[in-house]
């Protein structure tokens, strides 16, 4: 991808702010900006990096990527300020005392209130601050706000219909191609035992990673996870190198098994370009675009169901949470509709518990600081869920634990989809389900101690009867939701006896939380 062309009315930058999740120099500010007359700001936050038990990994990673970003524009001539600070404002102060009266260029931050905070230090210090449109996305605040105008709700599925109508992407003429909008059906499958999948490419830290994990490990001690086996991509070109890796080896099958979890595999066919995308090192457009034209030749073999789930992920799913967290903060982080008040359990932290899939889970993102999408969704977030764990408290652990969390994803993700707290402003469902559900998608249950086949035995999976434990105590809502009132009328005619047996074993298991023996 070529740098956009400057426009016009555009002068080039004199101090540019450059953000731990703006690294590019493709679009924004820095596309514009020269060698010699620019200068650049870049600002490490150990406030940031100190308030949540962030993975160590995730430290790493960021810290790496800003260094090796920083050397990168060094390298061609610019004059990068690079600050160690308590956090922004005082870095903007620090800056500023340099630079009296400087007007610094910034993308507009997608995380709530950093924007403010960055404007109020310059205004302060006597400078200025002048936000500029964040070029790091697909689609514009003005496309999104256009398409809701007048919506009772918001939903996913139509407004990705609208923006993949609009770029003409995979579309014969005005119909979707395969004459579908959704494959998502087709992307349930679970691979046969012994299947092989493609080794994923890593990439060996070099001298300035490795003191910067050194760094993290001394500095914070105390944090989640581990910097072993540290392999993440942090330079434009690696992101580059992970980007064609997915595209050759595993795009063109990742449709059919995205939703599948295996036990002993981390990836899969996933992509792990949410890493990159989250940075700026990689743009999402770019990213469509490669995969577009990969999928183009029949000589690839990318399923449509590949490219067309892939495609959704990227220009309908991250965009769209996105725009829902611009327009709902800051009270979507606070929201908690059902009233979920039950502390995270320590095994969130710790993996010591007996539930197979969730010891898997936890250790997996201990280890490498990711898990995919129906992990995070249908196992970790399905528990707190259904277990009544209060939303805010699962939002902050994924805000702390996952390499790709920032709080634009996390916490449209997590408050709204995982844990229906803001009570379905653009989800039409809560995403609940029994072990039946894990059982038929991953072979996790196979290695389980709970037996997932029981509802209210001593032995049953805990998931079963706090399922119907869920449904129970919110059946008055569920009755009123049209995708969860059959499952509602369902329970409310079930023998007494039955109910009151597996209600029974919801509060044995909630006891057994409570006291760190589940």
């Avoid at 610019?78 to 340099?98: I, M």
């Avoid at 992509?271 to 490669?290: A, D, F, I, K, T």
């Avoid at 949470?321 to 320590?346: F, I």
């Amino acid at each position: 991808m070529g740098r956009l062309a400057p426009r016009a009315d555009v002068v080039t930058p004199d101090q540019v702010l450059v953000l731990g999740d703006q690294l590019t120099d493709q679009v924004g500010p820095l596309s514009r900006a020269e060698p010699g007359r620019t200068t650049v700001l870049m600002i490490e936050s150990r406030a940031i990096a100190g308030e949540r038990s962030h993975h160590k990994k995730k430290l790493a990673l960021v810290l790496s990527a800003m260094r090796h970003f920083a050397a990168s524009l060094r390298s061609r001539g610019f004059d990068v300020v690079y600050l160690q600070s308590s956090d922004f404002a005082s870095g903007v102060v620090e800056f500023l005392s340099r630079h009296p009266g400087a007007s610094i260029d910034l993308m507009s931050p997608t995380d709530w209130g950093v924007c403010q905070e960055i404007v109020d230090a310059a205004d302060r210090a006597g400078g200025a601050i002048k936000v500029v449109p964040n070029e790091l996305w697909l689609t514009s605040d003005e496309e999104f706000d256009l398409w809701a105008a007048g919506r009772k709700s918001l939903r996913l599925e139509y407004f990705y219909r609208a923006v993949r109508a609009s770029r003409g992407w995979l579309m014969d003429e005005d119909r979707p191609a395969g004459g579908s909008w959704n494959y998502d059906a087709e992307n349930r499958k679970v691979p046969d035992v012994g299947h092989r999948f493609p080794p994923v490419v890593r990439f060996e830290p070099d001298d300035v990673t490795r003191a910067v994990v050194q760094e993290v490990d001394e500095a914070w001690p105390g944090h989640f996870g581990e910097t072993t086996d540290f392999d993440w991509p942090v330079t434009r070109a690696q992101a580059l190198e992970a980007l064609d890796d997915f595209l050759l080896h595993r795009l063109p099958v990742f449709g059919p098994f995205e939703d599948a979890m295996v036990d002993g595999e981390d990836v899969l066919y996933h992509s792990l370009l949410s890493v990159p995308l989250n940075l700026g090192l990689l743009h999402p457009l770019e990213v469509c675009q490669r995969a577009l034209e990969r999928s183009a030749d029949p000589a690839n073999g990318i399923e449509l169901a590949s490219i067309e789930g892939f495609i959704r992920q990227i220009l309908g799913w991250r965009e769209f949470v996105r725009h829902v967290y611009r327009t709902s903060m800051p009270g979507l982080r606070e929201a908690n509709g059902l009233q979920a008040e039950r502390p995270l359990p320590d095994f969130y932290w710790s993996g010591e518990t007996q539930m197979h899939c969730l010891r898997r889970c936890v250790d997996q993102v201990s280890r490498s600081g990711h898990a995919h999408h129906i992990q995070r969704l249908m196992v970790l977030g399905n528990f707190s869920l259904v277990a009544g764990i209060d939303p805010r408290e699962l939002n902050d652990w994924f805000l702390a634990t996952f390499v790709d969390a920032l709080d634009w994803v996390v916490t449209p993700n997590v408050m709204g989809m995982s844990q229906f707290a803001d009570l379905g402003s653009f989800t039409s469902k809560p995403y609940a389900a029994s072990g039946r559900y894990i059982d038929r998608m991953s072979d996790y249950c196979a290695s389980c101690v709970y037996d997932v086949k029981s509802v209210d035995s001593e032995a049953s999976c805990p998931f079963n009867s706090l399922y119907w434990s869920f449904i129970d105590r919110h059946q008055d809502r569920w009755a009123a939701n049209h995708r969860m009132a059959m499952i509602t009328r369902g329970w409310a005619k079930r023998d007494p006896d039955v109910k009151e047996s597996i209600l029974a074993r919801a509060d044995e298991v909630l006891a057994r939380l409570s006291n760190d023996e589940l």
